[in-house]
């Protein structure tokens, strides 16, 4: 009630305030140096001709039209990310919550041990190399003498730089190590849905379990499904070191080079630090740009088209 | 005093009318499926790190092990050794890192969190769309832009560059302060505010206790992604490198070198192992309220 009465009137700073501006400042300071900082710093640079030696050279919005009129390769890389997050991003969205709501109704143990098996990629990290053993280009690769063996093809195909094949084997390697903080999120989400629901949905006439899915699953996820959704599109819009490690950079006719790994191309490796900067905020706004889309799409979930 | 805040259902009580026999079979398949999907190159993994070297050569390539030995793993000290910094300034350096990156960024963390959950400060709410936004963003996306600053901070080249811009990750404080909007009834705060506790008691006697559950995922989420951890650029000195970094030097030596490779990879895989065994039934409370309302 002391809440309301407070409305009225302008709050004024107490003492309590004061304690938790204070107990902000550290990860505030950190945030603002390493996240906020970083993406006003590229706003600035991104008008500037700098390659950290001399002094910077204000060029106006030259960056920004040299991507779309002067540089093939950017239009190339930004085609294979779009691609690849296009297709790579919506299926492991669909995957994290398809699998997490198979494994749902199992006991609880069987429940971790599948949850730990799909988690097992993302939670350990770097070992996506291994996928190097079964597409490796010579005979010795496992993929090459299945294909030989059974007579499919004769001579070893060198996937990762056959621009017909490393895309989409790219995006296998993705999804296999995708089911990372969303599935999760999804599993315990899902685990939260409350049981007299479905039991009110099944005395209502649901019948089937794609119809339960549609009309009472999802629309009680929906706030979680949206933080997976981000959590998916954080990880499909930052792929490089995967693609790096078994494709190369860069690769065959930049066939699978994304945004990412050309921007620390030019900017770590050819120190054009402004137009680095520039195509780092054409990355912010597009990666903004899904995500308040997807907000949108997600809204139209669980809404009866009869 | 205990708060039972979620219901746990562990075998359901009603029976479910929405499931058909065709439907569990096209069920099991695709999981099954897809389960060994997921798990076969691990295990790959795991068994080529106990091949001998007459095996890891052989042609055709065969998927298991006949003969096993430790050999690849007892070679690892020896294969490091013409770098000449020792393996075990490798270990500290990647326990070092994943520990203090860890422990800072959930205690910077949380603090905020509480700020943003339970306080009425002017421009929490923007403060916190921004680390909403933020969620959007990882390291390697903000590379560049971070590499400047790192220069201009004098950063490069030393622990700093692993620790501190582990420290602001939005991915823990969104996850604690939504989990403490769920799980820390206001009447709680009054009660102890009544009672005449600071904004630092009331962290330390009513909120830490209930927090448990989040502080485990957080020490997840971070522990993951600081052990694996692969700086671009900003480490030079090899006694300032990590395991991940040895392991991506020891797999380019080519098909020979396979076995320590996996070796390593096996090693490497433990810790975060462990820490998942330990905190998986907390991060799965906390993760049943990461919710986005808009």
């Known amino acids: 009630m002391s809440s309301k009465t407070n409305l009225k009137k302008r709050r004024r700073t107490t003492s309590e305030d004061i304690s938790f501006y204070i107990i902000t400042i550290p990860f505030m300071l950190f945030f603002f140096l390493f996240n906020i900082l970083p993406v006003l710093a590229s706003m600035t640079l991104s008008f500037f001709d700098y390659d950290m030696v001399s002094n910077p050279i204000f060029i106006g919005l030259e960056n920004y039209s040299r991507m779309f009129t002067g540089d093939n390769v950017f239009m190339k890389v930004l085609g294979n990310t779009l691609r690849f997050s296009i297709i790579a991003g919506p299926i492991s969205f669909l995957l994290s919550f398809m699998l997490a709501w198979m494994i749902n109704e199992f006991p609880k143990t069987i429940r971790v041990i599948l949850t730990f098996i799909f988690y097992a990629p993302a939670l350990v990290g770097n070992a996506y190399f291994i996928w190097q053993v079964f597409f490796s280009g010579d005979s010795y690769g496992y993929l090459n003498n299945l294909l030989i063996s059974f007579g499919f093809i004769t001579e070893p195909i060198n996937w990762f730089q056959n621009t017909q094949y490393n895309m989409t084997i790219i995006i296998i390697v993705q999804l296999w190590m995708s089911m990372g903080v969303s599935f999760l999120a999804n599993i315990a989400g899902l685990q939260n849905v409350s049981a007299e629901l479905y039991e009110a949905a099944a005395i209502d006439g649901v019948r089937t379990r794609w119809h339960e899915l549609w009309y009472v699953t999802l629309p009680s996820m929906k706030s979680i499904l949206l933080f997976s959704s981000v959590m998916q599109i954080q990880s499909v819009f930052s792929v490089s070191a995967v693609i790096v490690t078994l494709a190369g950079y860069p690769s065959v006719n930049n066939s699978v080079d994304t945004i990412v790994s050309y921007i620390s191309d030019v900017g770590t490796a050819r120190y054009e630090m402004g137009y680095a900067s520039a195509l780092s905020i054409f990355l912010f706004f597009m990666v903004l740009a899904f995500r308040f889309g997807i907000g949108a799409l997600l809204n139209l979930v669980g809404k009866s088209d009869n | ?294």
């Not at chain 2, 700020?115 to 921004?130: E, H, P």
């Not at chain 2, 790192?150 to 490069?156: D, R």
């Not at chain 2, 700093?160 to 909007?181: E, N, R």
């Not at chain 2, 009054?190 to 502080?215: F, N, T």
Request: with cysteine.
């Open chain 2, 1 to 294: 005093m205990k708060f039972k805040l979620f219901k746990k259902k562990s075998t359901p009580q009603y029976r479910r009318y929405t499931r058909s026999k065709v439907g569990n079979v096209i069920y099991f398949s695709i999981l099954f499926l897809a389960g060994a999907f997921t798990v076969l190159p691990l295990v790959y993994c795991i068994v080529t790190s106990f091949k001998p070297l007459d095996e890891l050569l052989i042609f055709p390539p065969q998927f298991f092990v006949k003969r096993p030995t430790m050999s690849n793993y007892l070679a690892l000290p020896s294969l490091l050794s013409k770098i000449q910094v020792p393996i075990s300034r490798y270990f500290f350096n990647s326990i070092f890192v994943a520990v203090a990156g860890t422990l800072l960024h959930i205690i910077a963390a949380s603090l905020a969190a509480f700020t943003f959950s339970k306080s009425k400060v002017k421009g929490r709410k923007a403060l916190f769309w921004i680390v909403q936004i933020m969620l959007l963003y990882n390291s390697i996306t903000l590379a560049v832009p971070r590499y400047y600053i790192y220069t201009k901070l004098h950063l490069i080249d030393t622990y700093w560059v692993y620790i501190l811009p582990a420290i602001p990750s939005a991915t823990g404080c969104f996850l604690m302060k939504q989990y403490m909007d769920a799980s820390v009834p206001d009447a709680l705060m009054e009660a102890a505010r009544i009672d005449g506790a600071g904004v630092i008691k009331m962290y330390v006697s009513v909120i830490m206790p209930i927090l448990k559950p989040a502080w485990m995922t957080m020490l997840l989420l971070s522990f993951q992604e600081m052990w694996t951890i692969i700086p671009q650029g900003t480490i030079f000195s090899e006694q300032l490198k990590t395991l991940p970094q040895v392991m991506s030097s020891i797999s380019a030596g080519g098909i020979a070198r396979s076995g320590s490779a996996m070796a390593v990879t096996v090693l490497l895989m433990i810790p975060p192992i462990l820490v998942f065994l330990i905190s998986q039934s907390n991060v799965m409370e906390t993760m049943s309220t990461s919710g986005i309302k808009e």
